[in-house]
């Protein structure tokens, strides 16, 4: 099973770790994904999610 891959993410810093929404856009609709990520680099959630690095 693959992982899915994301247009957009947006990342908030917490006090445990980081809070990331995964935007997609589907025929012009946005879909929204939330998760949360214990203490993890931004990048390597990047280079795991994003469809365009």
Do not use: T
């Amino acid at each position: 099973m693959s992982i899915p891959k994301y247009d957009h993410m947006i990342y908030k810093l917490v006090p445990h770790g980081i809070e990331v929404i995964f935007i997609n856009i589907v025929d012009g609709v946005e879909v929204i994904y939330e998760d949360f990520f214990d203490h993890q680099d931004i990048s390597s959630i990047q280079n795991q999610f994003l469809k365009y690095n």
